[in-house]
């Protein structure tokens, strides 16, 4: 990918919800690093905070150029506003050469879900931006890194569930989800979620060593199970290893 910048990164990042759980500093400083990484990366970014369904919809249409920030609801328009979406004309053009989105929540099986509880198909966040959606992306790499994580208890850890539906697949060339866990394995929080850690770290150094995407994710998967044993070891967790999941349609290698 030549194109500066490449285009727009999208970041979801839901740690307060209405059900009163809140991730707390970790999650900032996690919402904060990987921020920092995709602009190094030569991305656009976009951050929003703690969205409901209706509004992470609403924002996915907006960004895809489906729908122009003006002509939605007062109210939603309002808010988005608050949460982060200051730049009205950030958008996805012909002249990019690749969308990514990062979307960090709760989640259950395929799902993602909004502060106020309501869950959305990942996949259907996805063909947002799919060839009838977003004409302007047809044939360019879309690219989505999935934490959406159910709240669980081990011990004194901090531990996050993830459900990740293999099920839900795009039916289109040329995207690329990369889930932190596979289905029924925990993705663990210590001092910070490891899957989003470790992928900031091998983004970091694969742009260095100029790697393929799919060896960056790989890199990531590795250091994240890596640490999860070793923390299995030491007894801070339980033995339930840590598997991440990458759906992947892409038709070549990514360069960033």
Not at 50 to 75: F, H, M, Q, S
């Amino acid at each position: 990918m030549t194109k500066n910048p490449h285009g727009v990164a999208l970041f979801i990042h839901n740690a307060r919800f209405q059900e009163g759980c809140v991730d707390g500093a970790e999650a900032e400083d996690d919402a904060g690093g990987m921020a920092e990484q995709l602009r190094a990366l030569k991305y656009q970014v976009v951050v929003l905070r703690d969205l409901t369904g209706e509004e992470i919809t609403a924002v996915c249409g907006v960004i895809a150029g489906k729908c122009r920030v003006e002509n939605l609801p007062a109210g939603t328009r309002e808010r988005l506003v608050q949460k982060g979406l200051y730049n009205a004309s950030v958008h996805v053009e012909a002249t990019d050469d690749s969308f990514l989105c990062c979307l960090v929540s709760h989640g259950a099986l395929g799902k993602i879900y909004g502060v106020d509880g309501v869950a959305l198909d990942v996949s259907q966040i996805a063909q947002c931006f799919g060839a009838k959606n977003c004409p302007w992306l047809n044939g360019k790499p879309k690219i989505f890194l999935i934490q959406a994580s159910m709240h669980t208890a081990i011990g004194k850890t901090e531990a996050h569930m993830e459900r990740a539906d293999v099920s839900a697949l795009v039916d289109e060339s040329d995207f690329l989800l990369s889930y932190s866990i596979y289905p029924g394995t925990p993705s663990y929080r210590v001092h910070g979620a490891l899957y989003l850690t470790y992928l900031r770290m091998a983004l970091k150094s694969g742009a260095k060593t100029h790697a393929d995407l799919h060896s960056v994710l790989a890199e990531a998967h590795r250091l994240a199970e890596e640490r999860v044993a070793h923390l299995q070891q030491k007894g801070v967790v339980e033995y339930v290893k840590q598997c991440p999941l990458r759906v992947d349609t892409l038709r070549y290698k990514i360069y960033f």
